[in-house]
């Protein structure tokens, strides 16, 4: 009897049609992200079927949280740190079933069209912050 390993290798292609231009793809940063502050159904999506995975919509945009240096969803009226936008998850995020804390990668640059933002954004909220995203709105 031999045992062989199975295995199965899954491919994301992000929707991406909210970025305006390539510009500030090259140099994104890496965050962690508090799946426990996003809403199912408009940050991200849970597995279907048999597949027990689910991800993070590509455009969602983030804020830091202060106290725990995690990054959750930008919301203007927030006081925790979230009210200042800091970017845009770059490509879809995958987790597990149970896992709340997922690894990203912030777009903190470059233009998008603030109609294809996933959950949407309201641009005449945006206030200035030295740490803010620079992003140009289309």
């Known amino acids: 009897?031999?045992?062989?390993p199975v295995s199965k290798s899954e491919y994301l292609t992000a929707n991406r049609e909210w970025l305006t231009s390539l510009h500030g793809t090259d140099s994104t940063v890496?965050?962690?992200l508090d799946l426990n502050l996003f809403t199912e159904g408009v940050h991200y999506e849970c597995g279907h079927d048999c597949e027990p995975y689910g991800r993070v919509l590509s455009g969602v945009p983030v804020g830091l949280v202060s106290e725990s240096k995690l990054y959750g969803p930008y919301d203007p009226e927030a006081t925790c740190g979230r009210q200042v936008l800091r970017g845009f998850v770059f490509?879809?995020?995958?987790?597990?079933?149970?896992?709340?804390r997922v690894p990203a990668a912030l777009l903190w640059h470059g233009s998008v069209k603030a109609s294809l933002i996933p959950g949407g954004i309201d641009?005449?909220?945006?206030?200035?912050?030295?740490?803010?995203?620079?992003v140009r709105f289309a």
């Open 30 to 32: 890496t965050i962690t």
């Open 91 to 100: 490509t879809e995020a995958p987790f597990a079933p149970g896992q709340t």
């Open 123 to 134: 641009v005449s909220q945006l206030v200035w912050h030295p740490r803010a995203a620079q």
């Open 1 to 4: 009897m031999t045992i062989q």
